[in-house]
C-alpha cells in the first residue's frame, strides 16, 4: 500500500491543510505504519516539503489508531526541530501498542532521539 497524502480542513481558513505522509496498513490486523522520512518541524507553517512532520501531524495519526494494537514507524531523516522532536517522541511513547521502528537510511538529531520510543528499534 502506498503512503496517504493525509490533509485536515482549517476552519479558519476554510481550507484543507496537508499534513504529511501517513499510512495505515492492514488496519484489520491492529497494525499502522509511521513515515518520518523529512525534517521535524515545529508547525504546519515550517514545512518545506510534504515529507516534512510536525507534532501535530504525529497526534492527529495516533488519534486513528487508539484500538491498534502496534505501529511501525520507518525513519530516514535528518533531524529537525529539537522541541518538536521531543514532543513527537512522548507522543509515541504514550502510544500502548508494541512499537518497532526501522531506520530506513538516516536517523540523525532528534530523529535519534524519537527512535527511542520504540519498543524495538531495527537498524
Known amino acids: 500500500m ?10 479558519k ?6 499534513v ?21 518541524v515545529s508547525d504546519q507553517w515550517g514545512k518545506w516539503s510534504d ?3 510536525c507534532p501535530q501531524d504525529v497526534a492527529n ?4 489508531l487508539n ?16 522541541f518538536a522532536g521531543i514532543a513527537i517522541y512522548h ?6 501498542g508494541f512499537k518497532t521502528v526501522h531506520i530506513d537510511g538516516i536517523a540523525a538529531s532528534i530523529t535519534s532521539v524519537i527512535s527511542c520510543a520504540g519498543d524495538k528499534v531495527i537498524i
Open 2 to 11: 502506498s503512503k496517504i497524502n493525509c490533509t485536515i480542513f482549517d476552519k
Open 13 to 18: 481558513s476554510n481550507k484543507l491543510k496537508n
Open 20 to 40: 504529511g505522509f501517513m499510512e495505515i496498513k492492514n488496519s484489520s490486523n491492529g497494525n499502522g505504519e509511521l513515515y518520518l522520512y523529512g525534517d521535524i
Open 51 to 53: 515529507d516534512d512532520t
Open 61 to 64: 495519526f495516533l488519534k486513528e
Open 67 to 82: 484500538s491498534f494494537d502496534s505501529l511501525d514507524i520507518y525513519i530516514n531523516s535528518g533531524g529537525g526541530s529539537v
Open 91 to 96: 507522543q509515541l511513547k504514550r502510544h500502548n
